[in-house]
């Protein structure tokens, strides 16, 4: 099992940055594959940014790609979702995922994913 925990949500202003954190928990977390989700009110889950077990890949969704930036700390059993230039489209709840892979590649489908956090609002007001 793996346990997850997002923090680093809040309500800030359009142009302004947040960093999520998620702290995992349970299995070594080197094995893992890592990836940031969201979903709006009314909107299905969709995933944001991707990462490798050991950090050299990543993925990011076309909406997000040169503003976020997803990175890991493989000591601190840490996932981080840089998020800058926030815009109001950019508001829902944050969820961190984790699946173990043998490769080390990015996990990009949502229904690969086995472990969630609770997730973290993010709320960016125009």
């Known amino acids: 099992q793996v346990q997850l925990v997002e923090s680093g949500g809040g309500l800030v202003q359009a142009g302004d940055s947040l960093r999520l954190s998620c702290a995992a928990s349970g299995r070594a977390f080197s094995t893992l594959a890592m990836g940031w989700f969201r979903q709006a009110p009314g909107k299905e889950r969709g995933i944001v940014a991707a990462?490798?077990?050991?950090?050299?890949?990543?993925w990011y969704a076309d909406s997000v790609k040169g503003r976020f930036t997803i990175s890991r700390d493989n000591a601190k059993d840490t996932v981080f979702l840089q998020m800058n230039s926030l815009k109001p489209e950019d508001t829902a709840v944050y969820y961190c995922a984790a699946d173990r892979t043998y490769g080390d590649a990015v996990i990009v489908g949502r229904d690969d994913y086995n472990y969630w956090g609770q997730g973290t609002q993010v709320t960016v007001s125009s």
């Open positions: 990462i490798s077990r050991s950090g050299t890949y990543t």
